[in-house]
């Protein structure tokens, strides 16, 4: 790929840090609930 797609014209800051954050979005969406759902079932394990 040429160095011109890479630096994409000058916003290639904006361009990559937005696909970083999106896919950091994307990452927590997919940990967090099974997180979520060991915390409930281990703090359920507790009462018991």
Do not use: K
């Not at 937005?18 to 979520?36: D, E």
Request: proline share 6%.
């Amino acid at each position: 790929m040429s160095p011109e797609f890479w630096s994409m014209g000058g916003y290639a800051p904006y361009v990559w840090g937005s696909f970083g954050v999106a896919a950091a979005i994307y990452l927590w969406n997919a940990i967090a609930p099974r997180l979520r759902r060991r915390a409930i079932l281990d703090s359920l394990a507790d009462d018991e």
